[in-house]
């Protein structure tokens, strides 16, 4: 199972963040959102990830006994629930799925990461993709593994596509075996810039005293005078 990398300040142990440095992350990031329109974050993954031709498609092929006991158990789903009771279970987890992060994985180790909507297409993924490579004239396509799928329908929405809350993709440029073109940098400059700056704001965050809870903020009240009351005994 291929992990990501753990966050580069807890590796290197640091507990301060230069202001300065804090300001300049910040910054990069929220220009990187203006530009290309959503929250991305780069890291790097432990273990390289799988190449395209790494593997024969063969390799996992879905055999007739997968297909009839997952046809099997569709069937025992539908005879035991209407079909109002689908629809009324589909639509509640649907509405409880608010974004979609996605990661697409490079053959160089690193991993983009963006948030999109649920209800957005792959082709907002593809054209994300077109901004942030290093060469977007090259044609590449995304597959999900395993089994290794090609994903093919553009006009698929992240939810239905199983990519809600979120999924692993993998990139690979479309181009025949022995092409150099299909060689490193797969990402902008620029983007690459972004490395590590997500966790910098996270650990400036983490970082900060925890301000004292209102409770403990209130000073403590003088007590109220109290009226001097006479007894009954007590004659003037």
Do not use: C
């Not at 910054?27 to 799988?50: H, N, Y």
């Not at 983009?112 to 090259?138: C, G, I, N």
């Not at 290794?148 to 993709?169: C, E, H, T």
């Amino acid at each position: 199972m291929i992990q990501d990398s753990p966050p580069f300040w807890k590796r290197r142990g640091l507990t301060t963040i230069d202001p300065m440095e804090l300001e300049s992350a910040q910054a990069k990031l929220a220009a990187a959102k203006q530009e290309f329109g959503r929250d991305i974050r780069v890291f790097e993954t432990l273990l390289a990830s799988p190449k395209a031709n790494e593997e024969p498609d063969d390799s996992y092929d879905f055999t007739a006994e997968d297909y009839y006991r997952v046809l099997a158990t569709k069937k025992a789903d539908n005879f035991l629930k209407t079909r109002k009771i689908r629809e009324a279970e589909e639509a509640a987890r649907r509405s409880r799925i608010t974004k979609a992060v996605v990661r697409v994985r490079f053959p160089d180790n690193n991993t983009l990461e963006a948030t999109f909507h649920p209800s957005e297409t792959m082709q907002s993924l593809v054209d994300l993709l077109k901004k942030v490579v290093a060469r977007p004239e090259l044609p590449f396509y995304i597959y999900t593994t395993p089994p290794k799928k090609q994903v093919k329908d553009m006009s698929l929405d992240f939810y239905s596509a199983g990519f809600a809350p979120g999924a692993i993709v993998y990139f690979s440029y479309d181009l025949p075996n022995g092409d150099n073109g299909a060689a490193g940098p797969f990402l902008r400059e620029e983007v690459m810039a972004l490395k590590g700056l997500e966790v910098i704001a996270e650990q400036a965050e983490a970082s900060q005293p925890v301000g004292s809870s209102p409770s403990s903020a209130v000073q403590e009240k003088r007590p109220a005078d109290k009226k001097t009351v006479k007894p009954k005994w007590l004659k003037m």
